[in-house]
């Protein structure tokens, strides 16, 4: 059974700087079926990227994902004041499983 | 556009069940598998399982397994999942997702709003 771990745990940044979260798997992740998803307080998450690196409908470009294999990282190039919430990577395979998550926060 | 309806907040006490429904609008609700993701009190997602609305067939996860019931109303595009013997630790909201079309692995791109189903004696 596959594990994601995501990390750091908490990233403390300020706006407009750079973001880089890792999600890592304990073994390698087929077909690249990885998602990230961001989730504010009291709302649902919302899908940012699938396929380890192309952006959902309607989401900024400043977020990115990359990687392959058991390393991903998604990347917020410039952060905005809205970007600040929890972010979950996700392996879509025959039984969905998410990391544990990365909560950014404001410095 | 695509919507995903959930029930209103349920309070249960251990051992009994509980059956939240997930109305789908906005596409053909027979294209597009509906999963069930749950989240404890400041805790991650956790996935449950997920039904195909063609056929009713349906795939739980292990740790549900003899608990979870999914189920679906083709008549009026809804989706249900029961969870019984209910105990403190099943406390969490409880979300419907969908998937692309006719794929039943699939990442999420639309979510419901969440239902959070409470367990206390």
């Known amino acids: 059974e596959i594990v994601l771990t995501q990390s750091p745990g908490t990233l403390s940044l300020s706006p407009g700087e750079r973001a880089p979260l890792s999600c890592r798997a304990s073994q390698s992740v087929s077909s690249n079926y990885l998602a990230w998803y961001q989730q504010k307080p009291g709302q649902a998450p919302r899908l940012l990227i699938f396929?380890?690196?192309s952006r959902a409908t309607g989401i900024p470009d400043r977020f990115s994902g990359s990687g392959s294999g058991t390393d991903f990282t998604l990347t917020i190039s410039r952060l905005e004041p809205e970007d600040f919430a929890v972010y979950y990577c996700?392996?879509?395979?025959?039984?969905?499983?998410f990391g544990q998550g990365t909560k950014l926060e404001i410095k | 556009q695509v919507q995903l309806v959930q029930s209103g907040a349920e309070v249960k006490k251990p051992g009994a069940s509980v059956k939240v429904s997930c109305k789908a609008s906005?596409?053909?609700?027979?294209?597009?598998?509906i999963h069930w993701v749950r989240q404890a009190p400041g805790q991650g997602l956790e996935w449950m399982g997920v039904?195909?609305?063609?056929?009713?067939?349906?795939d739980y996860a292990q740790e549900f397994q003899g608990r979870v019931t999914m189920t679906r109303d083709t008549s009026t595009g809804t989706v249900y999942m029961e969870l019984s013997s209910l105990r403190s630790e099943d406390t969490a909201v409880y979300y419907c997702?969908?998937?692309?079309?006719?794929?039943?692995?699939?990442?999420?791109?639309?979510w419901g709003q969440g239902t959070l189903v409470t367990v206390s004696s």
């Open positions: 396929g380890a690196s």
């Open positions: 997702a969908r998937g692309v079309p006719a794929a039943i692995v699939s990442y999420f791109q639309y």
């Open positions: 996700q392996h879509y395979g025959s039984s969905p499983l």
């Open positions: 039904i195909n609305p063609t056929d009713g067939g349906t």
């Open positions: 906005g596409y053909t609700f027979t294209t597009h598998y």
